[in-house]
C-alpha cells in the first residue's frame, strides 16, 4: 500500500506562482510512475506532468503547462513536487497526486491522494 497526502494549494492571482507537494508513504519501492493530475468542475481528470522512474528518469508535461509548471522527486524525502509559475485561470483545479506500479503488459495499479485545492484569480 502507499499513501500520498498533498499540500501547497491555494488562491493565487493570475501570474502568480505555486508549490504543491505530495508525501509518500508505504511500499513505495515497487512505484514506477509518479505524477500530477488535475480536475476542473465539469472536465475530466487530465495528466499534468509525470516523471518515469524505470525510463532514467523521463518527465512529460501536457501541452498546455509545458514551460510553466515543473515536477521534481526527492527520493530522500519521499515527496514528490509540482512548481507551478505563471498561473493562469484556466490553471483552477483540484490536482491529484498520483504513484502507478506497473504490474505488466497494460496492467498497473494507481495509488491517488485527497487532491488540494488550486484556485487562480484573474
Known amino acids: 500500500q502507499v499513501q500520498l497526502v498533498e499540500s501547497g494549494g491555494g488562491l493565487v492571482q493570475t501570474g502568480g506562482s505555486l508549490r504543491l507537494s505530495c508525501a509518500a508513504s508505504?511500499?513505495?519501492?515497487?512505484?514506477?510512475?509518479w505524477g500530477w493530475y488535475r480536475q476542473a468542475p465539469g472536465k475530466q481528470r487530465e495528466l499534468v506532468a509525470a516523471?518515469?522512474?524505470?525510463?532514467?528518469?523521463?518527465?512529460n508535461y501536457s501541452d498546455s503547462v509545458k514551460g510553466r509548471f515543473t515536477i521534481s522527486r526527492d527520493s530522500a524525502k519521499n515527496t514528490v513536487y509540482l512548481q507551478m509559475n505563471s498561473l493562469k485561470p484556466e490553471d483552477t483545479a483540484i490536482y491529484y497526486c498520483?504513484?502507478?506500479?506497473?504490474?505488466?503488459?497494460?496492467?498497473?495499479?494507481?495509488?491517488w491522494g485527497q487532491g488540494t485545492q488550486v484556485t487562480v484569480s484573474s
Open positions: 508505504g511500499t513505495i519501492s515497487r512505484i514506477n510512475i
Open positions: 516523471v518515469t522512474i524505470t525510463s532514467g528518469g523521463s518527465i
Open positions: 498520483n504513484a502507478r506500479r506497473e504490474i505488466g503488459g497494460s496492467l498497473a495499479y494507481d495509488y
